[in-house]
């Protein structure tokens, strides 16, 4: 055993290694429980912004399907409006072709009749 005595104090090589030992055992034990406290903090903050952004994406899909309903619903009524009016220049065109005719059958009638 190393003693030394050094201005009236008593100095153990051992007790002095092991003192430093259970301090560097001690730092090592803080210096863990604070990496995994902060690591914990780390993954709670990480859980929260990505419970923020799916709340996010959740509002942007929900948006994004009104104006798609919006958007199919006016090339609907769109695509119903130019089916009407077609039908309606149709029926115009027909009338217009039986009237035609019958302005060529009186025409043919009344030249026959001479």
């Known amino acids: 055993m190393s003693t030394e005595e ?8 051992k007790v002095i290694s092991a003192l ?14 604070g990496y995994v406290t902060y690591q914990g903090f780390e993954l709670n903050q990480a859980k ?9 994406v959740d509002t942007n899909v929900a948006e994004l399907r009104l104006q798609m309903e919006t958007s199919n619903k006016e ?17 115009e065109v027909t009338k217009l072709t039986i009237a035609v005719g019958n302005v060529q059958y009186k025409q043919d ?4 009749q001479r």
């Not at 050094?6 to 153990?12: M, Q, T």
């Not at 430093?20 to 429980?33: D, E």
């Not at 090339?75 to 029926?91: C, P, S, W």
């Open 6 to 13: 050094i201005k009236g104090i008593v100095i153990n090589g």
């Open 75 to 91: 090339v609907r009524e769109n695509y119903q409006m130019i089916l009407d009016r077609f039908d309606k220049l149709t029926g």
């Open 48 to 56: 929260s912004d990505i419970t923020k952004l799916e709340a996010k």
């Open 109 to 112: 009638n009344t030249q026959a």
């Open 20 to 33: 430093v030992g259970v301090f560097t055992l001690a730092a090592m034990l803080f210096s863990g429980v």
